[in-house]
Nanobody, 116 residues
């Protein structure tokens, strides 16, 4: 079965950096776009970034463009998100996502808290 396991979240000061990772299994990783989303309690899940099968193209939400970088390693079945210049409004649970035949799969999420 499809499994997505996120890691790397934590508490960081404004202006700091974090690197999130997602370990994928149960599907042919290199065949699918992969994405990151985030969610704050009481709000809708927000698109953060996505990457094509080969990693040749990436897409970002307006609020993170220029600060976050998505990447993937198809040999290791991993998806990463580098978060730089973090702001308090980046505080959220970050989720790894894949859509397979119209079904969205999600990991359990990893908490990122940006606070001084």
């Amino acid at each position: 079965q499809v499994q997505l396991v996120e890691s790397g979240g934590g508490l960081v000061q404004p202006g700091g950096s974090l690197r999130l990772s997602c370990a994928a299994s149960g599907f042919i990783f290199s065949n699918y776009y992969m994405s990151w989303y985030r969610q704050v309690p009481g709000k809708e899940r927000e698109f953060v970034a996505s990457i094509t099968w080969s990693g040749g193209s990436t897409y970002y939400g307006d609020s993170v463009k220029g600060r976050f970088t998505i990447s993937r390693d198809n040999a290791k079945n991993t998806l990463d998100l580098q978060l730089n210049s973090l702001k308090p409004e980046d505080t959220a649970v970050y989720y790894c996502n894949v859509q397979i035949v119209r079904v969205h799969y999600w990991g359990q999420g990893t908490q990122v808290t940006v606070s001084s």
